[in-house]
């Protein structure tokens, strides 16, 4: 019970003291349908029309004034008092229904703020870790089954309401009917409580089967072009049946298993009635009052009690959506990187002398021996630009991303002009930072729209400097509608190397004080890739630059270059300085380069 006992916390939170009016109406609401039900065959019996024998109670005393009336004043009069109780139930209900889909569908996207905020404000190591589609398909579907499931549980407080009050008054009318009909209801929990372990079951599998489900669309999505190209669509078909015949079956079951349970009370119902009402009449001699009594309590009261069964089953197949919402933000929670109400007027961090890693360690894996980075000592001058080089799996992205404060050192520290990088400083950084990684995103809009992330008050003019610099200007100018083409889906409708030129002039549009390239060149020709030299040596001396290049090519006019290999820094210097030092893996990277381009 503690996962919905979280969210019961939550709907508190958000909702307050509405969600308590809402319950304080409908016990008004249930005492006036019992009004309106229960008490209309003794109103009438008690107003001579028909002689229903409805026994002795107190209950009653209030409307022994109908007998003062004629029949003809009398049955105008109950009618008409039956009628306004309805329309007043029902006016109420409307009402009633109204506030609480406004609470239902404002919880939900409450939970869907603090969900994605908690994942947005989750430190880098997090993401690492986590599958994509697991997030999608949390922040989708399990938090829809989370509310779902909030939904249901309120209504079985309304129902347990609803069924007291029919209750109270169905046992002043008849006590032993009312006590008859309660012991055969719990009876039948207690013997169908299977249905709700069942329940909980096909819970768990619609959660995992979803999981899989979302994940493998996610992956074949992102593969679509090698699935096309390697002629992959068959077993690709033959899985997606797979699954989806799997889901299909697990909704069919849980239809069986609800229709299975509701089957069992409308016939025992049904059996209840005429056992009842067989036994009253041959045994007892029951009159047509005491028959209409237990005609009534049966009707009002059976589908209550059918009904808090079908809640509970209904709250338990959404019981593993509650669990995983709440790891996820819990998980989040110990991975917050920042708070999520930071200042957004933060200003941009001005580096005077530069950054450096003093004996910085770190590995992905804790429960491993083995660091991506070791012992790493190295100082990167303001206004210089900086070259990481080295084999593939060497550790330079891993370094990037300390530098930036995406990834915190195991031992030592980041330090910004002697100060250690921590979440006080951090988001400074941040917005002193434009990173253009290798592989280059884009969302699926216009051009104009993505480079305006960067810079929302950028002018035309501004724009289209940045397009200059990054050699884009010239191919966007003849796309139709130019700045306002739409570019697919992370920017399909352009090349490699369009879309890394559009996130370059993004990054230059924020004007930041640190441009990390991490392999941005990479997709450009030779001749773009000079261009783009010229432009980073326009920068030189107005802003910290750091490269990550594999064409070293790209970094020949470096101020220093580092080389790592197997997450250690063994080679440090000018570019000329270690281009000769003959022994040395940047020489080696070198050659090696130079004879594969010729």
């Known amino acids: 019970?503690?996962?919905?006992?979280?969210?019961?916390?939550?709907?508190?939170?958000?909702?307050?003291?509405?969600?308590?009016?809402?319950?304080?109406?409908?016990?008004?609401?249930?005492?006036?349908?019992?009004?309106?039900?229960?008490?209309?065959?003794?109103?009438?019996?008690?107003?001579?029309?028909?002689?229903?024998?409805?026994?002795?109670s107190q209950l009653f005393e209030v409307f022994e004034f109908l007998k003062n009336f004629s029949i003809t004043i009398s049955l105008p009069l109950i009618l008409g008092i039956y009628v306004l109780i309805v329309i007043g139930q029902n006016l109420l209900q409307r009402h009633i229904t109204i506030q609480n889909a406004m609470i239902q569908?404002?919880?939900?996207?409450?939970?869907?703020?603090?969900?994605?905020?908690?994942?947005?404000?989750?430190?880098?190591?997090?993401?690492?870790?986590?599958?994509?589609?697991?997030?999608?398909?949390?922040?989708?579907?399990?938090?829809?089954?989370?509310?779902a499931g909030t939904h249901s549980f309120l209504q079985f407080i309304t129902s347990l309401i609803f069924s007291l009050i029919q209750v109270a008054l169905a046992f002043i009318?008849?006590?032993?009917?009312?006590?008859?009909?309660?012991?055969?209801?719990?009876?039948?929990?207690?013997?169908?409580?299977?249905?709700?372990?069942?329940?909980?079951?096909?819970?768990?599998?619609?959660?995992e089967l979803g999981k899989n489900y979302l994940a493998g669309i996610t992956d074949q999505i992102n593969g679509i072009k090698d699935i096309k190209s390697n002629t992959l669509e068959e077993s690709r078909m033959n899985w997606y049946k797979s699954i989806t015949k799997q889901m299909m079956d697990e909704q069919i079951e849980y239809t069986k298993m609800r229709t299975k349970s509701q089957f069992y009370y409308k016939v025992a119902s049904a059996i209840l009635i005429a056992v009842f009402i067989f036994i009253a009449v041959n045994l007892f001699n029951a009159q047509t009052g005491q028959l209409m009594l237990i005609i009534v309590i049966f009707s009002r009261l059976w589908p209550r009690v059918a009904g808090i069964q079908s809640s509970m089953e209904q709250i338990a197949t959404t019981f593993p959506a509650f669990k995983a919402v709440i790891a996820l933000q819990n998980e989040c929670k110990n991975a917050r990187e920042f708070e999520k109400n930071v200042n957004r007027q933060t200003e941009p961090i001005h580096i005077k002398k530069g950054i450096e890693c003093n004996n910085v360690y770190f590995r992905y894996n804790k429960n491993k021996t083995n660091y991506a980075l070791q012992n790493i000592n190295v100082f990167i001058p303001t206004n210089q630009t900086t070259a990481v080089v080295g084999r593939s799996g060497a550790g330079k992205s891993t370094l990037i991303d300390l530098l930036m404060g995406l990834n915190q050192p195991e031992l030592g520290n980041v330090l910004i002009d002697g100060v250690p990088l921590t979440s006080n400083n951090l988001l400074?950084?941040?917005?002193?930072?434009?990173?253009?990684?290798?592989?280059?995103?884009?969302?699926?809009?216009?051009?104009?729209?993505?480079?305006?992330?960067?810079?929302?008050?950028?002018?035309?003019?501004?724009?289209?400097?940045?397009?200059?610099f990054s050699s884009a200007a010239e191919f966007v100018r003849k796309l139709p509608g130019g700045l306002d083409a739409l570019i697919g889906d992370r920017g399909i409708t352009l090349s490699g190397g369009e879309r890394q030129r559009i996130v370059l002039a993004r990054a230059i549009l924020r004007k930041p004080t640190i441009l990390i390239l991490d392999e941005a060149t990479s997709a450009l020709d030779s001749e773009n890739e000079s261009k783009i030299k010229e432009a980073l040596e326009r920068l030189k001396g107005r802003m910290t630059i750091i490269v990550i290049a594999h064409r070293l090519s790209t970094i020949s006019n470096a101020d220093q270059v580092i080389v790592l290999d197997q997450g250690k820094i063994i080679q440090k210097g000018g570019f000329s300085?270690?281009?000769?030092?003959?022994?040395?893996?940047?020489?080696?990277?070198?050659?090696?380069?130079m004879e594969a381009s010729f």
């Open 173 to 207: 009318l008849s006590p032993y009917i009312t006590i008859i009909v309660l012991l055969c209801g719990l009876m039948l929990i207690f013997f169908n409580r299977k249905f709700l372990r069942r329940s909980l079951a096909l819970g768990n599998r619609n959660f």
């Open 1 to 56: 019970m503690k996962p919905i006992y979280y969210f019961l916390q939550q709907i508190h939170l958000y909702s307050g003291k509405t969600l308590y009016i809402n319950l304080v109406a409908m016990v008004i609401i249930s005492f006036l349908e019992g009004i309106g039900i229960l008490l209309l065959i003794p109103m009438i019996g008690l107003s001579g029309i028909v002689n229903l024998d409805t026994g002795e």
């Open 105 to 147: 569908h404002g919880f939900f996207r409450y939970m869907r703020l603090e969900t994605y905020s908690a994942i947005l404000y989750s430190n880098w190591d997090f993401f690492i870790k986590k599958r994509k589609s697991d997030l999608i398909n949390l922040l989708t579907s399990e938090i829809a089954k989370a509310s």
């Open 577 to 593: 300085q270690l281009a000769k030092e003959k022994q040395g893996i940047f020489s080696h990277l070198l050659r090696k380069q």
């Open 428 to 468: 400074s950084l941040r917005y002193s930072i434009s990173h253009v990684s290798q592989d280059p995103f884009l969302f699926n809009t216009s051009i104009r729209e993505n480079l305006l992330l960067m810079c929302e008050n950028a002018t035309d003019n501004q724009i289209w400097e940045a397009l200059e």
